[in-house]
């Protein structure tokens, strides 16, 4: 009888640590399951801080750019309207077009003599602005508004 008493304590006892092993493997799932979604919503909504601040930040700059260009333009020789005698026909300055034209005209240049004296950085600002990078410096706007001033001084 002793021997009966006792192996039923111990399949009670495997039974008992087998369904403690359980619980544990079970609930430690569970606490992973839940662990690992509140670590993903906290990854989430540091990437949604991150991306809202960079947004930010990168409007920030860009009106920082656009102060920039305002200031760098209006030191430039730019004009409201042309002068009196007419503008000047840019079209005439390999690479201009007459849409090119309309946005110099837009920026305040209407005349040969305008151009004529742009600096290397007004010239790589107005590439820009033109949205044809190093197009003034590649294609010598500048000399060929001095020579067309010449021409139209001598006719």
């Given at each position: 009888m002793n021997y009966l008493l006792l192996e039923i304590i111990v399949y009670l006892s495997i039974a008992g640590l087998m369904g403690f092993v359980l619980g544990w493997i079970v609930k430690g799932s569970k606490?992973?399951?839940?662990?690992?979604?509140?670590?993903?919503?906290?990854?989430?909504?540091?990437?949604e801080t991150r991306?809202?601040?960079?947004?930010?930040?990168?409007?920030?700059?860009?009106?920082?750019?656009e102060d920039s260009k305002k200031i760098t333009l209006s030191c430039m020789a730019t004009l409201t309207q042309a002068r009196e005698e007419g503008k000047d026909e840019l079209t005439l300055i390999k690479g201009v077009g007459p849409i090119l034209e309309k946005k110099l005209n837009n920026?305040?240049?209407?005349?040969?003599?305008?151009?004529?004296?742009?600096?290397?950085?007004?010239?790589?600002?107005i590439s820009l602005e033109l949205l044809f990078p190093k197009k003034v410096?590649?294609?010598?706007?500048?000399?060929?508004?001095?020579?067309?001033?010449?021409?139209?001084?001598?006719i």
């Open positions: 606490n992973k399951t839940v662990t690992t979604e509140i670590a993903t919503k906290a990854i989430e909504k540091k990437a991306v809202e601040s960079t947004s930010q930040e990168l409007e920030e700059e860009e009106k920082k750019i920026l305040g240049i209407y005349h040969f003599d305008q151009i004529a004296v742009w600096t290397i950085e007004e010239q790589a600002l410096e590649r294609e010598k706007w500048v000399e060929q508004s001095k020579e067309l001033m010449k021409d139209s001084v001598s």
